[in-house]
């Protein structure tokens, strides 16, 4: 797959209006680095396709330009999830540039992606969660992983969530922490008993590592609050030290944790606010993992829904030659 490097040299005409929608984006949307990094990125990649077109002027690109540049996306191999998040930053840069009357419409509006298949999250099995969740740690960088990997399960933590979390946004005492979310929305989360006594057995073996004016949580060996790719590791490491048969990654665990609390609940409402999202349609997507589990119960157990196996079928065999 082709990839546009950020730093390809681009027309003045094109550069310097998306710099300034990044920059808008940053100051008065108040947008985190990491999606105007995004926004950056889509967007150049847009530009510099444009270029090899001929074409160097916002203002002359057309919806029609916008589908082949969708096809080009599709052949290079892009999700149809991938592709919409395109255009949706196409269309917010369009947006920014009608208000600065440097275009004359949004030719992104009626453009939408190919539809790829829904893929379900993946979901741990819950004994074998508890297994590796209560696996001993060997050293002190493991007593760190496990608490990370306790609070993440035992909260439904995103990645950006666990990284960013501050040392004094856990309450031990009240069992609670104080976590900022997409969108800078904080949100007040029950922690676990589990999860707290990783907490306690983890924050001595910090006291070691950080400087008294670190305010992260979870440090590196150096004292350094440990990065998104960082925490990766560790949980991929995790798995394979502690025996896990299925590669761990952290959306894991926040998808476990939301089919867990679902199957035993059945509240979709809380386990909406539990993960902080905006839109209950987001959280649906586990009743249909929920679905398959009742679905396998319901196929192993029902008299008139179990699939004979061999044994059964050579038992009907043996009754009719006995009849014959």
């Not at 790719?229 to 665990?253: C, E, N, T, Y």
Request: hydrophobic share 35%.
């Amino acid at each position: 797959m082709t990839v546009v490097p950020v730093s390809a040299q681009l027309p003045d005409e094109l550069s310097g209006y998306m710099a300034d929608f990044v920059q808008h984006m940053a100051s008065e949307k108040r947008h985190s680095p990491r999606t105007c990094d995004s926004y950056q990125r889509d967007l150049h990649r847009l530009a510099a396709w444009l270029v090899e077109q001929g074409s160097t002027e916002w203002r002359a690109v057309s919806g029609y330009d916008l589908r082949r540049y969708v096809a080009n996306l599709s052949r290079q191999g892009l999700s149809g999830r991938s592709i919409a998040r395109h255009l949706s930053a196409i269309r917010r840069f369009y947006q920014h540039l009608l208000r600065e009357r440097r275009a004359t419409d949004n030719p992104a509006l009626d453009i939408r992606a190919p539809k790829s298949s829904k893929r379900l999250p993946r979901v741990a099995d819950v004994d074998q969660l508890n297994a590796l969740l209560d696996a001993r740690p060997d050293d002190p960088l493991e007593v760190r992983d496990r608490c990370m990997f306790e609070l993440m399960y035992s909260s439904g933590l995103r990645l950006a969530e666990l990284a960013s979390l501050d040392i004094d946004a856990v309450d031990c005492k009240g069992g609670e922490a104080r976590v900022v979310g997409k969108g800078s929305k904080t949100r007040l989360l029950p922690v676990g008993r589990k999860a707290l006594e990783a907490i306690a057995q983890w924050l001595p073996v910090r006291a070691g590592l950080a400087p008294e004016a670190q305010a992260a949580l979870f440090v590196s060996r150096r004292g350094d609050r440990l990065s998104h790719r960082s925490i990766q590791a560790r949980l991929s490491r995790w798995g394979v030290v502690k025996g896990a048969d299925q590669k761990l990654h952290p959306h894991m665990l926040r998808h476990s944790f939301a089919s867990h609390m679902l199957e035993s609940s059945g509240d979709l409402r809380a386990v909406q606010e539990l993960l902080g999202h905006a839109d209950i349609a987001t959280t649906q997507v586990y009743t249909h993992l929920d679905f398959q589990h009742l679905a396998r119960v319901y196929d192993q157990s029902h008299p008139r829904a179990r699939r004979r196996n061999s044994r059964d079928h050579d038992d009907q065999n043996t009754g009719q030659e006995g009849n014959a």
